[in-house]
């Protein structure tokens, strides 16, 4: 059991400190490419290596069962649309060297979720939660009226994220499969906006540049690694830990967005994480409960 626990921890660790770390460098050494580009490569690339994953675990015949199912199709569909949306919003935030916003996203979100859950599917929120909660709300109002602005990269990134596992909730497909399927259905989309960039003459990828080229094919593998270690973690820890172990991604990017981005952080934006950090301490004491 120690094992097991030990394992899938690692795991766990592994694949949050990718998305916080390893990710972040990564995409910001390929912003030379565009945040749409990178989202179109991101989202082709990681198709074409889950056929072979898809292939490599043999669920070929899930897959096709899944394919079955018109309904389950147009779900895929729109929670595709909200990864790429957010997979955008994340690399536009790494262009302009606003990581701040982003990783605030990603420590709102799960708890995003759980208010949507309670709204949507009726799941039950203890008092500790709904103080996470308000103080979530607490928080976005205080930016609101220090900058005179909605944050808006953290509230897409959160709301985004939030409403893809929300109906991912509601669909019974494996997490690998379920990307796999969901980047298929956005790929057609993906080629069509990239044949736009070659015709405006704004595209990195081509021929003409070779090493380039490949940086940015390495964009899937950059997103399946991660996944297919937090799912191994999942498998073997849980939910709850694993979902508290998450939280080291915006941990990570937060400082990262300081010391590496050398992005300032005012004192209206650390009075605003502030209040995240004490809602996200309630939610993972209450993860650490269930």
């Known amino acids: 059991m120690k094992k097991k626990l030990f394992e899938g921890s690692l795991y ?4 949050s ?33 889950l056929v072979f994953t898809t292939t490599y675990f043999s669920k070929w015949q899930e897959f096709i069962k899944i ?19 957010n997979w955008f919003t994340w690399l536009y935030s790494i262009s302009i060297n606003n990581m701040l916003d982003a990783s605030l996203g990603y420590y709102i979100f799960p708890i995003f979720s759980v208010f949507l859950g309670k709204i949507f599917l009726k799941e039950r929120v203890n008092r500790n939660k709904i103080i996470s909660i308000v103080l979530v709300f607490i928080s976005m109002v205080y930016l609101l009226i220090g900058f005179k602005n909605i944050p808006w990269i953290g509230l897409v990134v959160a709301i985004t ?29 993906a080629i069509v906006l990239f044949f736009l960039l070659v015709f405006d003459n704004v595209n990195i990828f081509g021929f003409n540049n070779p090493e380039l080229s490949f940086y ?7 997103t399946l690694v991660p996944l297919f270690m937090y799912i191994k973690g999942f498998e073997l820890i849980g939910i ?20 590496y981005l050398n992005q300032p952080l005012d004192l209206e934006k ?13 939610y993972l004491n209450e993860l650490r409960k269930e």
């Not at 990710?23 to 690339?45: D, N, Q």
């Not at 940015?216 to 950059?222: H, K, N, P, Q, S």
């Not at 990017?253 to 300081?258: E, G, N, V, Y």
């Open 216 to 222: 940015l094919f390495i964009a899937g593998f950059m």
């Open 161 to 189: 994220f939030s409403l893809y596992t929300l109906i991912r909730k509601k669909i019974n497909v494996s997490s690998d499969l379920g990307l796999f399927i969901e980047t298929l259905l956005i790929s057609p989309i």
């Open 17 to 49: 400190l990718w998305w916080g770390v390893i990710g972040v460098i990564y995409f910001k050494f390929v912003s030379f490419a565009s945040p749409i580009e990178l989202t179109i490569h991101r989202t082709l690339w990681t198709a074409l290596l």
């Open 240 to 259: 709850g830990p694993a979902s508290m172990i998450f939280f080291l991604t915006p941990t990570a990017q937060f400082f990262l967005s300081i010391f």
């Open 270 to 282: 650390l009075i605003s994480f502030i209040f995240i950090w004490i809602a996200v301490l309630i």
């Open 12 to 15: 766990a660790v592994g694949a």
């Open 67 to 85: 394919c079955k199912s018109w309904n389950t199709l147009a779900l895929l569909f729109i929670t595709g649309l909200l990864v790429s949306i």
